[in-house]
């Protein structure tokens, strides 16, 4: 019987206890690919925010706004927004703060009651009610047609069957209702990020390898103590990322479960690579390292690759080459 997700969060092992490292990776890797990703992200959401430099002020609202906005025209009005994939919040309460969804009633679904919790409490800190309901994006928990917007943001990569999703989502959306999914890696794009994420990593390695520069390596979780539990849980990343994705596969497959009006953007080369090695060094260093000068620095040096982006190369380079997809669709008023 595969073990119950939850309760690996409870075991945090004892050096007295009879449960070992060895005990908790073989219930971990018993679980099926759903429990897995309940399992890591309810571990993660103490600590998700931070690690993606998450915030909800002017930087992150612009970034939400600006991704909306490149599908969904200034005017576009919604009495029901759901976010479906919601983690902590990021998208739906950004693009709420920015004016983006003016008198909505505001939901968020996910499989991990740990960041729905976290989703629910950055809301109420910036006035927002956001009715929360931990549920499986492929198998949604709300009824046909009752919802005018689902929106999500890098979350179908980690399902085992992305278009079930999309199915989904387009059951629950009204006729006539938009879906709108942002931050999805593209095939290209991604294999593309790896190669700049691995040559970053060597790098820094091998400068922090000189006597004396060894201390701005972050230490490891076992060297900062952490148990066993938590060690195989971070282990999970590199699981919980199933797929990639070829811009006109999500297109077709839109069409295929039903939507119409279809469309997908691309966007970021030059401002991912920047972006994906920032954050290897931010992930590499120890922490008071860098500072706010560091900060400042990686967020508008991001900023002007972004204009570049979108104002140069957009023009010139082939749009499956770009890291990030964004699909916008309509559900029809009528069954087609």
């Given at each position: 019987m595969a073990a119950d997700p939850a309760s690996l969060l409870r075991a945090v092992p004892d050096p007295d206890d009879e449960v070992t490292g060895d005990d908790v990776v073989a219930d971990l890797r018993a679980l099926d690919m759903k429990a897995k990703q309940e399992a890591y992200h309810d571990w993660e959401a103490k600590s998700y925010e931070e690690k993606f430099s998450i915030s909800y002020d002017e930087r992150c609202i612009e970034y939400a706004r600006d991704r909306f906005r490149k599908v969904v025209p200034e005017g576009?009005?919604?009495?029901?927004?759901?976010?479906?994939?919601?983690?902590?919040?990021?998208?739906?309460?950004?693009?709420?703060?920015?004016?983006?969804?003016?008198?909505?009633?505001?939901?968020?679904?996910?499989?991990?009651?740990?960041?729905?919790?976290?989703?629910?409490?950055?809301?109420?800190?910036?006035?927002?009610?956001?009715?929360?309901?931990?549920?499986?994006?492929?198998?949604?928990?709300?009824?046909?047609?009752?919802?005018?917007?689902?929106?999500?943001?890098?979350?179908?990569?980690?399902?085992?069957?992305?278009?079930?999703?999309?199915?989904?989502?387009?059951?629950?959306?009204?006729?006539?209702?938009?879906?709108?999914?942002?931050?999805?890696?593209?095939?290209?794009?991604?294999?593309?990020?790896?190669?700049?994420?691995?040559?970053?990593?060597?790098?820094?390695?091998?400068?922090?390898?000189?006597?004396?520069?060894?201390?701005?390596?972050?230490?490891?979780?076992?060297?900062?103590?952490?148990?066993?539990?938590?060690?195989?849980?971070?282990a999970l990343e590199h699981e919980v990322d199933l797929h990639t994705f070829r811009p006109k596969d999500v297109e077709h497959l839109a069409r295929l479960v039903g939507f119409r009006e279809v469309a997908v953007v691309t966007e970021e080369l030059t401002a991912n690579w920047f972006g994906w090695a920032v954050r290897t060094i931010e992930g590499s260093t120890r922490e008071g390292v860098l500072g706010a000068r560091w900060a400042f620095a990686a967020y508008h040096g991001y900023l002007r690759l972004h204009r570049f982006d979108d104002e140069v190369l957009a023009r010139i380079v082939p749009p499956p080459l770009f890291y990030n997809l964004i699909l916008h669709a309509r559900k029809p008023y009528r069954p087609v």
């Open positions: 576009a009005g919604f009495g029901s927004v759901l976010e479906v994939g919601a983690g902590t919040g990021f998208f739906l309460i950004n693009l709420a703060l920015g004016g983006c969804l003016e008198g909505a009633e505001l939901a968020a679904t996910d499989i991990s009651q740990g960041m729905l919790e976290v989703c629910a409490r950055n809301g109420a800190e910036h006035g927002l009610d956001i009715a929360t309901r931990q549920g499986d994006a492929e198998a949604l928990p709300y009824e046909d047609d009752s919802v005018d917007l689902v929106i999500g943001h890098a979350f179908i990569h980690h399902l085992p069957v992305p278009g079930a999703a999309i199915r989904e989502m387009h059951r629950v959306l009204k006729p006539g209702g938009t879906l709108v999914i942002a931050g999805e890696p593209t095939e290209l794009g991604d294999k593309l990020s790896w190669m700049v994420k691995r040559n970053t990593y060597r790098a820094f390695r091998a400068v922090t390898a000189v006597p004396g520069l060894t201390t701005l390596r972050k230490p490891s979780l076992r060297e900062r103590g952490a148990s066993a539990t938590d060690q195989a849980l971070a």
